[in-house]
């Protein structure tokens, strides 16, 4: 790739074109974009998983039929993704061995457990207002597929953080078991929520080239930020205590100051550790097992109508 090459590309960069799929590309931004996007179309289906758990059990018709709408749109929105990915060359079949052998990674916040069903209305509630809150700047994203599938995606997520919200708000103002288990479901997801938006800046690898190439509009930690100052209010206005005793208005930036994020955990996460890792990629690896059929199926019915198409 000669300078004047990668010149010209960035001068595209920097004229706000859209990149198309066939156009020409650096191999660096296809690779960041194929990983980028592999991760978060795995983080979807993934994400299915650990509110799939409470589908069956969960306490009225209108909160299973909200429920059963959101973990369909998740897998959709996974499927936009892939398809997206599959436009700078890589099979959603690799992507998806990448996944299972742990070359590719999905995002941390899925390794947690829901334990009762307001950790469905906590999921929701911060962990889809922080999907909006990364994925809003992802609209104007510089490769054109990407950031027209999350155009739709942001719609569906606001529908999603909503539902979670409003969970939170009724058990909020339920009984007090009831209370309880929201101020509960809070204290467990808050931190991890606030792991999903990637390292700080000074440990974000990719930030810097991903900023240039305007793949990322705002760095991680400007992102976390942003959630923090949206989600305070919002747990105020429903009684519950965000579990962070530092936290405190700082007039002079216009925004919270937080206490310390517990790295250790976050890396320990990545690394495989979580409470849940294992049993993800367990279901998974069963789910590709089990469509091993379909695949060779689709294999054969395309083999089969191939002569007939040359004819
Ligand atoms: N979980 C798992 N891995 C993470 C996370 C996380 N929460 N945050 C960062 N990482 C990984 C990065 O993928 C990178 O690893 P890699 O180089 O092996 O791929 C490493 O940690 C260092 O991080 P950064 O240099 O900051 O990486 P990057 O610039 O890619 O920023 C971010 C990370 C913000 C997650 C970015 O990739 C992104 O915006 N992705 C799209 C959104 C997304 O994936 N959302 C998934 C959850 S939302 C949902 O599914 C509902």
């Known amino acids: 790739e000669t300078d004047a090459f ?22 660096g ?41 959101k973990v ?21 079949e690799e992507m998806t061995e990448q996944l299972l052998d742990g ?6 916040i899925f390794n947690y457990p829901t334990q009762t069903w307001a950790d469905i209305g906590a999921i929701g509630w911060l962990v889809d207002g922080a999907a909006i809150m990364n994925q809003i700047p992802l609209c104007r994203c510089s490769y054109g597929p990407y950031a027209r599938a999350m155009i739709r ?37 808050w931190w991890p929520s606030l792991m999903m938006f990637g390292p700080s800046d000074k440990d974000s690898v990719n930030s810097d ?32 205590t965000v579990p962070d005793p530092d936290l405190t208005w700082n007039e002079a930036k216009g925004g919270y100051d937080h206490g310390p994020i517990d790295w250790s955990e976050f890396k320990r996460v990545l690394k495989g550790e979580g409470p849940m890792n294992r049993d993800r990629i367990r279901a998974r690896q069963k789910a590709w097992d089990d469509g091993a059929w379909v695949r060779e199926a689709a294999r054969a019915h395309a083999a089969k109508r191939q002569p007939a198409a040359l004819a």
């Open 153 to 189: 995606v942001c719609k569906e997520e606001s529908f999603h953080q909503r539902q979670g919200y409003e969970i939170m708000m009724t058990l909020a103002q339920g009984t007090e078991d009831q209370r309880e288990m929201a101020q509960d479901a809070l204290n467990r997801w």
């Open 6 to 27: 990668l010149a010209a590309f960035q001068a595209r960069i920097d004229a706000e074109e859209k990149i198309e799929p066939n156009d020409p590309m650096p191999e």
């Open 72 to 92: 369909q749109d998740e897998g959709g929105h996974g499927l936009y993704l892939y398809a997206a990915a599959e436009t700078l060359g890589v099979s959603r």
């Open 209 to 240: 080239q991903s900023m240039k190439w305007k793949i990322k509009r705002f760095t991680n930690d400007e992102l976390r930020q942003k959630f923090i100052d949206a989600t305070v209010p919002q747990a105020e206005k429903i009684g519950l």
């Open 29 to 69: 931004y296809r690779r960041t974009l194929v990983r980028q996007i592999g991760q978060h179309a795995h983080s979807e289906i993934v994400g299915m998983l650990p509110e799939g758990n409470w589908v069956t059990r969960a306490p009225s018709l209108r909160r299973k039929v909200a429920l059963l709408a």
């Open 103 to 108: 070359r590719a990674k999905y995002s941390s």
